[in-house]
């Protein structure tokens, strides 16, 4: 009887002990909500996914899970693009175009509009405006200082893939 109250106490330390590996990740892979576009705007997405860069400010593609062409990382912690995104109720607050949201911008990068919204926890959002699908990129906190360099390196895939018009 000893042996197996030893056995028992042991087991949810085992089971605790393999919990916890279950969910760690070794390679620390960003995950994030994948869009659900309707069929055109899906379309668009996947030729996004088709021309972006394999690096963005110098850090190397490593896509978040679950894996999906409407999705794209790089870094860690990792630049986000998700595309075919729901149109940010910010666009079309008129304190952000007015210039009074201290915390939303508009601007233009290397031909790209792009709507610039700091997060309550540090991070950026930016998402195109003027296009025919909205893209969005997320940067970390630890990487805020790095969001025009990430815009230039994603414009040229936008501009090509992504053409302007108003997103329905």
Known sequence: MHSFRHRLLGLP?????IAAAGCSSG????????PSPDTKVAGLCRNLDKVLPRTVDGLDRKDPEPPSALTA?????AIILRCGVV???KMTDPKVARGDDPASVGGEVDGVGWLMEKQSDGSYRFTTTLRQA???VTLPKERADDGA???VDLAPAVKRAIPEGIAL
């Open 27 to 34: 390679d620390a892979t960003a995950s994030t909500a994948v």
């Open 13 to 17: 330390a085992l089971a605790l002990l």
């Open 134 to 136: 909205y893209v969005e």
């Open 87 to 89: 149109q940010p109720p």
């Open 149 to 151: 360099s990430v815009l």
């Open 73 to 77: 990382g790089w870094g860690s912690p």
